[in-house]
């Protein structure tokens, strides 16, 4: 059972930063498409940003310029900046490793006005 550790969420006013970590195991990791997606009420999962094993990144049109993925070793990082409470929502981490996909629990993010 593959398992992604995330933690960082948490209550944030608008405008402020947090930001997200999520752990894989060291065997799927590094050749892993890792990425952070997330879920708002009434509304259906969607990419946030993604990075490729050789570091190349993909971002959702609404977070671009306010948003940061990063890797170092078998952790995902996304840095946020400038929250509005549109990103309000669980944020998942996900890699993806080959034919599999594996998921974390999701963390909560709440961004108030």
């Known amino acids: 059972q593959v398992q992604l550790v995330e933690s960082g969420g948490g209550l944030v006013q608008a405008g402020g930063s947090l930001r997200l970590s999520c752990a894989a195991p060291?065997?799927?990791?590094?050749?892993?498409?890792m990425g952070w997606y997330r879920q708002a009420p009434g509304k259906q999962r969607e990419m946030v940003a993604v990075?490729?094993?050789?570091?190349s990144t993909n971002y959702a049109d609404s977070v671009k310029g306010r948003f940061t993925i990063s890797r170092d070793k078998n952790t995902v990082y996304l840095q946020m900046n400038s929250l509005k409470v549109e990103d309000t929502a669980v944020y998942y981490c996900?890699?993806?490793?080959?034919?599999?996909?594996?998921w974390g629990q999701g963390t909560q993010v709440t961004v108030s006005s």
């Open positions: 996900n890699a993806n490793h080959y034919w599999s996909s594996y």
């Open positions: 060291e065997s799927i990791a590094s050749s892993s498409t």
């Open positions: 990075i490729t094993s050789g570091g």
